[in-house]
């Protein structure tokens, strides 16, 4: 189920190396949909590092050729044949999944995702509000909604007015695809870097020591 899921305990990986706290979406069979389960473990896991002083960067990432393809459509459908319980645990699931994307939004620690792969909806939610968002060759960008007869969700209402011209609105009209280096000249991501590059990076954030007494936006000029 998306709101109530059957937990799997592997569907989220963390892990910790010095600095990085890193957050392994791993449904790479269902290219990391999002879904109840996930929010779950992430949400809770968020708040608890943004208490550590020995937590300094989160990374999002995820598993095989996406980062995040969106939100399980699937099993919200699923359960919203099941009637009203169905419906509401739907619901839940929204409230919890808007819940996850403002955090991330507000997050008083830098928050780099790795966009590498298919990010589409849900998984711009968890990426397109971060203060780094580092797109590769891979990376194939789309708020789809709109060919679900749903409108652009997870903040888009926010960051789609904010990109250049009418490059915005085109993309929630359309729902068309971004991919590559576009992703990244079009404002939606603020580094490109080859996939390859990524585990390095990953490397160098973990080397980073921020005392307590270095401002956030101190923190974001030096990752930076």
């Known amino acids: 189920m998306a709101g109530k899921p059957q ?16 957050i392994e979406l791993n449904r790479p069979k269902k290219l990391n949909s999002l879904n109840g389960s996930m929010a779950n473990k992430i949400l809770p896991r968020l708040k608890e590092w943004q208490k550590s002083q020995l937590a300094n960067v989160i990374v999002l ?9 969106g939100g399980d459509v699937a099993a919200l459908a699923k359960d919203n044949q099941t009637g009203s319980e169905g419906q509401q645990r739907s619901k839940d699931y929204f409230a919890l999944e808007y819940k996850l994307d403002y955090t991330i939004a507000t997050y008083p620690k830098p928050y780099v995702a790795f966009m590498d792969g298919i990010t589409m909806g849900g998984g711009v939610g968890l990426s397109v509000h971060a203060p780094f968002r580092i797109a590769t060759e891979n ?16 903040g888009a209402s926010f960051f789609l007015p904010r990109m250049d011209g009418a490059v915005g609105t085109y993309l ?25 590059s990524l585990p ?20 974001l000029s030096i990752i930076n």
């Open 139 to 154: 990376t194939v960008f789309a708020m789809p909604e709109t060919t679900i007869g749903f409108f652009p969700d997870v």
């Open 200 to 219: 390095d990076l990953e490397a160098r954030l973990a080397e980073l020591n921020f005392g307590d007494e270095v401002s956030y936006n101190t923190r």
């Open 7 to 22: 937990d799997d305990p592997n569907d989220v990986l963390f892990s910790s190396h010095y600095g990085v706290r890193t």
């Open 61 to 69: 990432k995820g598993a095989g050729r996406a980062l995040c393809a």
């Open 172 to 196: 929630a009209l359309t729902s068309e695809q971004i991919k590559g280096v576009n992703v990244f000249l079009s404002g939606i991501a603020t580094h490109y870097l080859h996939s390859s």
